[in-house]
């Protein structure tokens, strides 16, 4: 007969199958807590058969809760030493973190796991970041943004995989299935005080909502995880058909911009017009981050105006401007938000930046034809690494392929008329103190591949 134990985690092995969450032997970083559920997602990870994980336990202390937290940071390092894992943490001041970027604690918290597990997945080569969110974080996840006023996309609430790498191989079992799991198994876990502060709303939804819902439908928790999982799917279709749809009615300029016909958006129903508008933020921004239903209901009133010359700024530096028959949708090459960053390029792997765009380094050359405006060929020998990735600055020169010396890049942009937001936004990579490509107009003769022995490495960002 089969165990209760075994049987609860190989559902949790159809889940990774059935989504193709990762594969035997794969490398995972995994974000524990301390907590039940990041606590039981990790035991289980290293029982489930024949899969011989590379896993590796990532813990951020967010110095919010004093000795608690850092009794949590113990715990989880304790844990991974018992597994024989390696242990990754970090500290941050979350407070400091919403102050300054005016923000509240949740969101300021969000961002700074994010930005932390992103970092590890990198440094340690990983497939992707393993999240222990379950069934019942997905009912409330619903709730919340049923409560702030959400259409298809936001009530889809968590997917089982995103395009950041982010995987949830829990979200088909309840909160208590874990805690069972947990105690017939003799495994320990941290209680986080917070999770009955209901100054929160995640909380008051757990602790208040959720009960009283449940005097109508006791199984109130399962019909809401199910409706999100319905919604996402429905959303990624419609979402496909919108593509299909911008590809015949919707261009892109050369600066990155997208152009659509006032007259063709008009000839839409609002709900074609709506995804067809937040199609074209997304492709500019990277995200819909920010974008709601009264930025919506702004450019419907736009396009079925008679002004015909109209300006609306949108979140994420985004401009959208009517000029007679034709919407132009773009950064703002004046309002564009300071992205400056610096990103450190130690190998081949998929490095998110924090734009949104992606830069893929891989170990494969490409034969000539097949290289794309977008790609370029760089001599590790030549250019060791490790790089790093940022914004241009004022007074950055190279020496671009086929050249003596060096040139200041701002010329270089001014001679291939390059648009002021596209300068921008253009990533670019260096060794050292030296820039080596700037991405998609100009690689470094330093570069060149000369020689057979020459290791070759392909670098592909994607805008």
């Known amino acids: 007969m089969t165990s209760p134990h075994a049987s609860f985690i190989s559902r949790i092995g159809d889940t990774i199958n059935r989504n193709a969450l990762f594969a035997p032997g794969d490398s995972l970083v995994v974000a524990v807590s301390g907590g039940a559920d990041s606590s039981a997602l990790l035991d289980i990870l290293l029982k489930l058969p024949d899969y011989r994980l590379i896993i590796t336990v990532a813990h951020l202390n967010h110095s919010l809760r004093g000795a608690e937290a850092d009794g949590d940071e113990e715990f989880c390092r304790t844990l991974a030493t018992r597994y024989c894992v390696p242990f990754v943490s970090r500290r941050l001041d979350v407070k400091a973190l919403a102050s300054e970027r005016k923000l509240n604690l ?26 222990a969110h379950h069934a019942d974080d997905q009912a409330e996840t619903f709730l919340m943004r049923l409560l702030r006023g959400a259409g298809m996309t936001g009530l889809s609430a968590m997917a089982y995989h995103n395009e950041r790498g982010y995987v949830r191989p829990l979200l088909d079992v309840r909160r208590k299935e874990i805690e069972q799991y947990l ?48 919604l996402r799917g429905d959303d990624q279709l419609l979402e496909e058909m919108t593509s299909e749809l911008c590809a015949t009615t919707c261009h892109r300029g050369e600066g990155g911009e997208m152009f659509c016909s006032v007259r063709q958006l008009r000839s839409f129903d609002s709900a074609r017009r709506s995804r067809i508008l937040r199609y074209l933020f997304k492709q500019v921004s990277g995200t819909l981050q920010g974008f709601s239903r009264r930025h919506l209901d702004r450019l419907h009133g736009m396009i079925d105006g008679s002004a015909p010359n109209v300006r609306l700024k949108l979140p994420s530096g985004v401009l959208v401007v009517r000029e007679y028959d034709q919407l ?42 097949e290289l794309a405006t977008h790609v370029a060929e760089i001599s590790t020998i030549k250019v060791p690494f490790p790089w790093l990735v940022r914004r241009f600055r004022p007074g950055d020169r190279m020496s671009p392929l086929g050249m003596n010396g060096t040139k200041k890049i701002k010329n270089i942009f001014i001679d291939r008329k390059i648009p002021a937001d596209v300068r921008a936004r253009t990533p670019l990579l260096l060794c050292g103190e030296e820039v080596i490509w700037v991405a998609g107009i100009c690689l470094s003769e330093r570069c060149r591949v000369t020689a057979p022995e020459d290791t070759v490495i392909t670098v592909q960002w994607h805008p």
């Open 106 to 131: 949740e969101d300021a918290g969000r961002l700074a796991r994010i930005a932390f597990l992103d970092e590890v997945k990198v440094e340690r080569g990983a497939k992707v970041v393993v999240l």
């Open 183 to 230: 105690r017939d198994n003799g495994l320990a876990w941290r209680e986080d005080s917070t999770n009955t502060d209901t100054s929160f709303l995640r909380n008051r939804i757990r602790h208040e909502l959720i009960p009283v819902l449940k005097e109508y439908n006791p199984a109130i928790v399962a019909s809401l995880a199910g409706t999100a999982l319905l």
């Open 328 to 369: 132009r949708c773009g950064l703002d090459k004046q309002g564009t938000p300071n992205l400056d960053y610096e990103v450190r390029i130690t190998g081949a792997g998929r490095y998110q930046l924090p734009d949104g765009t992606l830069l893929d380094v891989g170990e494969e050359a490409l034969s000539n034809h």
